[in-house]
């Protein structure tokens, strides 16, 4: 064979004798590793999946839940054959590299994704601690919706006027958020308001009335109409009804509530007045001739 250049032949026999070795070593640690990870991994995925199965039915997780666990755990379980079969292949300087540059890649995507992994484990609270469920309606900062969805990442509610909110589930998290059908019972409160002429005894028996025939209304507890304050115009009675709000709307109570106490008091000529202000006190008036003006004609 004639030489191409110095130090390179193309002759097979010295070039099985010059690379020979390195590649069926590098063949046997493909090979090798190969055959550890599949061992390693789908052994250990059996037997981690089962032990997380039973785990989690024994404690009655959620199941978007036990699957963003089941789905973690057999991608750790994936990391950890690779290492596990590395190391047996004998390829430690590369398992090492590939070590480092996934913590400096980890830590960058930290950084970059706060607010989604914020979200995120928010959601994951959410889901397991339940403060509120699909269908409730809640309140939180100044905002009322009814809850349609809740996912990992954020939560989707309708609000009274049928439009489409979506809110990070984190925001959800650190809020102070009310829950009035996170109960079988809501009481339902309306304010009348009675001259202070009419008797009380009578506005009332009226609003307890109206009350007991309310669609939804609890015979237990009993409907009640105290006076809450003495206003600059009016007796004030506070009227309540208990319903169950998983059955009956608060809102609709409410109206009817209302519509049907005014309609009680028209009949019986109970007044229900409007704000005014009285003025007490004299006004002098006086003629222009004796304010000191004169008329004259043209």
């Known amino acids: 064979m004639i030489p191409l250049q110095q130090g390179f032949s193309l002759d097979p026999q010295s070039l099985l004798n010059q690379y020979g070795p390195a590649l069926i070593n590098a063949a046997v640690t493909i090979v090798l590793f190969l055959v550890s990870f599949v061992i390693i991994y ?75 992994i914020s979200n995120f484990v928010a959601g994951i ?31 989707k509610l309708d609000t009274f006027d049928n439009e ?14 009310t829950n009035p059908t996170g109960n079988d019972q809501l009481r339902v409160g309306v304010d009348f308001g009675i001259e202070y002429d009419d008797d009380i005894e009578a506005a009332r028996a009226a609003i307890l009335d109206e009350a007991r025939k309310l669609d939804g209304a609890l015979a237990e507890p009993e409907p009640a109409a105290p006076v809450t304050s003495l206003g600059d115009s009016a007796v004030v009675l506070s009227g309540r009804v208990w319903i169950d709000p998983n059955r009956t ?50």
């Open 249 to 298: 709307g608060y809102a609709p109570t409410a109206a009817a509530f209302t519509e049907a106490v005014k309609k009680r008091f028209d009949a019986e000529g109970i007044g229900m007045p409007y704000p005014y202000t009285e003025l007490t006190g004299s006004v002098d008036v006086e003629s222009p001739d004796e304010a000191g003006y004169t008329a004259t004609n043209d």
């Open 42 to 116: 789908y052994v250990g995925k059996a037997i981690v999946v089962r032990m997380l199965n039973a785990a989690l039915n024994s404690r009655d997780v959620d199941e978007t839940i036990a699957g963003l666990l089941m789905s973690t755990v057999v991608a750790i379980t994936a990391v950890v054959a690779i290492v596990i079969a590395a190391t047996i292949a004998g390829a430690g300087v590369v398992l090492a590299a590939f070590a480092t540059l996934a913590g400096a890649l980890a830590l960058a995507v930290g950084f970059a994704a706060q607010d989604l």
């Open 125 to 155: 609270f959410i889901i397991q601690d339940e403060p509120f469920k699909v269908g409730d309606w809640i309140e939180w900062d100044g905002n009322v919706g009814v809850v349609r969805e809740i996912q990992l990442r954020v939560t």
């Open 164 to 177: 489409e909110v979506t809110v990070p589930n984190s925001d959800l998290a650190s809020a102070v958020v």
